[in-house]
């Protein structure tokens, strides 16, 4: 491909060199650098890559595109100044995949809580319809059956074109996946074209990067102002950021609600441990979930699933055949009675709700034992209010370490413990090693009792000082019941 074609969608400052020149990749890490690539360059969070422009040139690009010019220019290379790199990217990578996103019916989903799920369950729901399909999810990426390790939430616009494409190759009809916050903010989904948009839910996550919750909620705007005129928004009438998020998209709004009229409607009936029966839009349907936020879940995705043409009564038929997604709400059942459940729970909200859904199902009948920690390198703020919820609804607490990454894990215990007063501290104990938390958590429940075990949910490592060792919720629980599979 010619540099020239990939630069149809953005307009340079300056260009120097021949606009010719072949491509053979675009690239925002030198050191994937090949023969003829074109090196983006970023300015960062941590560097600017624009540092590494000589050592991209040296593994082999033909041509670079930079917001600074550089001052030497190496004789045969191409070097494009635009005023934004970062919003220039995605744009060239769409071009250079063959703009991907405009050949499948994609759908995004963005907000605190709940994306994983609600992409995983539409593309696990489109593919018992019969239409092949990609995931891109913070647990893993699929093109059909083939599972891609996921790094991140939402990839970088390179990866996510190239995933893109792949789909595209494998005839995939359509693709899912989560916004994150971070990829709004930084334009990784720059130039992408969404057939829809969901929003969940907004509280309090990553302040340690956006600073304010008004940039945080900004963020996750700018996905629905993005919409075009063609796609569908749709949006969570029960949160008090639902409609702020939609109100300046040129798409389709359409709402949902489990407390008041809205276009997709639902309400439990009845709940249990095995799941609950709702009314969907006066329609009654059983299905394999628990907890109220998983109402609003379900009907992100059955309205979803009806803006992309299907018949209500068809997709509740599927709806009732989908099961939890691998780390949220996992019930394990230890031989002697009581239910551990594995959770992604890892913010203030999702820990209130989730013990909201224990506690609709137990119904005083047994006591909860929660064990939680808080990432390391992560907003600080959240951990002393994470605390206070997990005590709020518990009987007991075993506060531990999540993934401490660069923190000493006692320090951020001690971030957590500082939000709760003397009378709280009763009901909970510290233990550093994670395995030693869930272990005595065991030896403490009763027949009846419930163990929450929250901020891992699919995660089957614990990093460390830059090193993620083995670890996996299930697996360790799984152990200590000495059953080895689900
Ligand atoms: C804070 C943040 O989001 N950082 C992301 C950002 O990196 P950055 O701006 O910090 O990059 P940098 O390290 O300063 O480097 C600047 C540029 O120099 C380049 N470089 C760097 C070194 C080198 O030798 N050569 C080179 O070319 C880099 O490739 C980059 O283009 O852009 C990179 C490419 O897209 C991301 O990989 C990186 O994610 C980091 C690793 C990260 O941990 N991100 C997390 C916070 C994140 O994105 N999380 C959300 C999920 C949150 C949620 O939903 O809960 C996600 O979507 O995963
Ligand atoms: N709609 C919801 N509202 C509130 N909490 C939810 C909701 N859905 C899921 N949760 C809780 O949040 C946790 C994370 O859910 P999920 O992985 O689906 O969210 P996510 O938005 O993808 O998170 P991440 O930002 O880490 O990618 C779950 O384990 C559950 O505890
Ligand atoms: N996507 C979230 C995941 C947090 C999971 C939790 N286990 C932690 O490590 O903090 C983040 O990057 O903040
Ligand atoms: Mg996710």
């Keep these: 491909m010619k540099l020239q074609d990939l630069l149809k969608n953005i307009q340079p400052v300056e260009i120097a060199g021949d606009v010719e020149t072949e491509v053979t990749g675009v690239n925002i890490d030198s050191r994937k650098i090949k023969d003829s690539h074109l090196f983006v360059a970023m300015k960062g969070t941590q560097v600017d890559g624009h540092k590494f422009i000589p050592k991209a040139i040296e593994l082999g690009a033909k041509s670079i595109l930079c917001e600074d010019m550089p001052e030497e220019k190496v004789e045969g290379v191409t070097y494009v100044k635009v005023e934004s790199t970062e919003d220039a990217v995605g744009k060239v990578a769409t071009l250079f995949y063959g703009d991907p996103s405009k050949k499948l019916k994609l759908v995004g989903v963005t907000g605190t809580n709940g994306k994983t799920t609600i992409a995983t369950l539409l593309y696990n729901m489109f593919r018992k319809f019969g239409h092949k399909c990609g995931l891109l999810s913070t647990v893993c990426n699929y093109i059909e059956d083939e599972a891609i390790p996921a790094d991140h ?96 998209t040129k798409a389709t709004i359409k709402t949902y609600s489990t407390r008041s009229m809205a276009d997709f409607k639902a309400r439990i009936l009845e709940c249990h441990f095995g799941g609950m029966y709702l009314d969907v839009d006066g329609r009654e349907v059983g299905v394999q979930f628990i907890g109220k936020f998983n109402v609003s879940n379900l009907l992100a995705v059955y309205g979803t699933a009806i803006m992309l043409g299907k018949k209500p009564e068809d997709v509740l038929v599927v709806l009732s055949t989908l099961h939890s997604v691998n780390g949220r709400l996992e019930p394990i059942q230890s031989p002697e009675g009581y239910t551990a459940i594995v959770d992604y729970a890892h913010t203030p909200d999702a820990l209130e709700n989730v013990l909201n859904a224990i506690h609709e199902v137990l119904n005083g009948k047994g006591e909860v034992i929660t064990v939680c920690g808080a990432g390391g390198n992560r907003d600080k703020g959240k951990r002393p209010l994470m605390a206070q919820e997990a005590v709020k609804q518990s009987d007991k607490v075993i506060i531990t370490s999540d993934n401490p990454r660069f923190e000493e894990p006692q ?71 000495g059953i080895n599979k689900k």
Excluded: W
Aim: net charge neutral.
């Design 153 to 248: 939430t939402t990839p970088d616009p390179i990866e996510l074109n190239l995933l893109l494409s792949k789909m595209v190759e494998a005839g995939c009809e359509y693709a899912f996946m989560e916004c994150s916050s971070h990829a709004i903010a930084q334009k990784r989904i720059g130039g992408l074209t969404f057939t829809g948009g969901i929003f969940t839910n907004l509280t309090r996550d990553h302040l340690d990067y956006h600073k304010t919750f008004e940039n945080y909620r900004n963020a996750k705007k700018a996905f629905f102002d993005g919409l075009p005129k063609s796609a569908f928004a749709i949006t969570n009438a029960d949160d008090k950021n639902g409609m702020i998020m939609v109100q300046n």
């Design 411 to 481: 320090d951020i215990i001690n971030d957590m413990l500082a939000g709760l007063n003397e009378q709280q501290m009763k009901k909970v104990i510290s233990i550093v090693d994670r395995k030693e938390a869930i272990r005595t958590a065991c030896m403490m429940a009763k027949k009846g009792d419930v163990i929450l075990v929250a901020g891992k949910g699919h995660e089957d490592y614990q990093e460390i000082k830059g090193v993620k060792h083995h670890f996996d919720d299930k697996e360790v629980i799984r152990g200590i019941f």
